[in-house]
């Protein structure tokens, strides 16, 4: 009975902090994104200014739709490193200032999109914008290079780690990948469906605690609501982290290391490398794109030393030609 009160008192003080932390965030403002506060945004007239957070939002959509003169679409996974990418381009080929049109939203929505022709519709608005260049992870580079979607060659540039995000202070004392399959844990995982991180974290989860951590994670907490999936990617793992939604989930440690870089009160812990998985991240342009020459040169760029130490900046790794 002592036990059982003692872990109940912990719970109740965990969830305390949880909800603190939570509301310290949105007393910030901070909570929801976009977290670089325009700057993702290089337009040259940016017109009227109208960004209602949660309400009128658009954070994975950068830039102007119109006639660009390069067109990016990039696996969600480093949104936050793309403003200096672009800023360090544009340097290099003033030309394009300003007209530098990016997504980033999940490599599998983005192929959806370039099947529909370069269309999307987000709440009201629909627009067409067609890709120059598509990056996301090497495999599934070279998967929409054989169905003849991508040109060849794909460009491998940097690689990255998984590590487990938790709010600040870690109030549900995550240690390692083995106690999210504990039932009281909350997490925000990515989402199998259409986030090819899931596919990498599930390897993660069995070489930590086999099968049955897998299916812990990834089936019976999806089930009993423990699990929430991700709807978008893992953009909304430290918003929920931060509401209070979740207590940990799996992303990729920039992506750690970017929310803590930018003052909001999220922490990561660490994977060891016998559990963790290593992303290898590619490009390819897109077939027919508009502006093939464009598309090579930003594929030129993203290997080069100036846009590696960006890529540094959140922990990612040059590649170095191993894996697939």
């Not at 793309?82 to 007209?99: I, T």
């Not at 070279?142 to 590590?163: F, R, S």
């Not at 938790?166 to 039932?183: E, F, M, Q, S, Y």
């Not at 086999?210 to 929430?228: M, N, P, R, S």
């Amino acid at each position: 009975m002592t036990r059982w009160v003692s872990g109940l008192q912990r719970g109740l003080a965990a969830a305390l902090l949880l909800l603190a932390g939570a509301a310290a965030a949105c007393a910030q403002g901070v909570v929801f994104p976009p977290w670089q506060h325009g700057a993702n945004n290089d337009v040259a007239d940016r017109g009227l200014e109208f960004t209602v957070p949660e309400i009128d939002n658009l954070p994975d959509f950068h830039g102007n739709p119109m006639d660009p003169k390069l067109a990016l679409f990039v696996g969600g996974n480093y949104f936050f490193a793309m403003a200096p990418l672009v800023a360090a381009f544009e340097a290099e080929h003033p030309e394009f200032k300003g007209r530098i049109y990016y997504e980033t939203i999940p490599p599998g929505l983005l192929v959806k999109q370039i099947e529909s022709g370069g269309v999307i519709t987000t709440g009201n608005m629909t627009w067409r914008v067609q890709a120059d260049a598509y990056l996301a992870g090497l495999r599934k580079v070279k998967q929409l290079i054989a169905q003849g979607l991508l040109v060849a060659p794909a460009v491998p540039y940097v690689t990255n780690q998984l590590a487990i995000m938790v709010p600040k202070g870690n109030p549900a004392h995550i240690t390692g990948l083995a106690d999210l399959g504990r039932p009281e844990v909350r997490l925000a995982m990515p989402n199998p469906e259409f986030e090819g991180i899931a596919r990498q974290i599930r390897a993660a989860l069995v070489k930590a605690g086999g099968e049955a951590l897998a299916e812990t994670v990834y089936g019976a907490k999806v089930k009993d609501g423990t699990t929430i999936l991700t709807q978008i990617h893992h953009r909304q793992t430290p918003l929920w982290l931060m509401q209070g939604r979740a207590q940990a989930g799996v992303t990729w440690r920039s992506e750690a290391m970017f929310q803590e870089q930018a003052g909001n009160p999220i922490e990561d812990v660490q994977i060891p490398p016998e559990h963790n998985a290593t992303a290898i991240y590619a490009g390819a342009l897109v077939k027919a794109a508009p502006h093939p020459e464009a598309g090579k040169l930003w594929l030129d760029f993203i290997r080069s030393p100036q846009a590696l130490a960006i890529f540094a900046r959140y922990g990612f790794a040059p590649y170095r030609g191993d894996g697939d």
